[in-house]
């Protein structure tokens, strides 16, 4: 069984990885030759010389796979596409909580309760704002990125 992965980016400046297989691998009398063989059936053929291997440790977390960028002999993480990526994921969260409090507004429209309506405009007003006002410039990689929650959420479960 190999540790090693193949990866290149493709024509929409995605990050393909490709996984040898250990049964396709086992076909071969080494690793190499068959990382070869999987480099030249599997990679289309203007891709195969910028096409690098790594070892799976090297590998980013896959959390914020759709910012991986290819370095010359490295994948990593382009910190800027993975805080838009969490942004969009806490936005998800966020607009759960919305679409509650326009229930909680309706009922305090019903009740005609104006402290019930203003306490319930106030938090959706906070929640709106949270993309704006919740800093995530102080990560540097997907880890502490993925660790920055709003304490105005609900804890969110457990993603993968």
């Known amino acids: 069984m190999t540790d090693k992965k193949i990866f290149y980016t493709n024509d929409k400046d995605k990050v393909v990885q490709v996984h ?23 990679i289309p053929a ?15 977390d ?11 002999s490295s994948v990593v993480e382009d910190i800027t596409k993975a805080r838009a990526i969490h942004m969009d994921r806490i936005r998800v969260y966020r607009n759960a909580e919305l679409a509650k409090e326009d229930i909680n507004y309706q009922i ?5 309760n104006n402290s ?6 106030s938090k959706k007003q906070m929640l709106r704002d949270i993309p704006s006002t919740f800093n995530l410039s102080g990560a540097t990689n997907g880890t502490e990125l993925d660790a920055l929650w ?4 609900p804890a969110r479960p457990d993603e993968e």
């Open 150 to 153: 709003p304490s105005e959420l």
């Open 62 to 72: 896959r959390k914020f796979r759709d910012s991986w960028k290819q370095e010359s």
């Open 46 to 60: 203007d891709k195969q010389s910028s096409a690098i291997i790594i070892d799976k440790s090297q590998v980013p």
């Open 116 to 121: 019930k309506k203003n306490s319930v405009a």
């Open 20 to 42: 040898p297989s250990p049964e396709y691998i086992s076909q071969f009398d080494s690793e190499d030759k068959a990382i070869a063989a999987i480099i030249a059936k599997d």
């Open 108 to 112: 305090a429209l019903e009740q005609d």
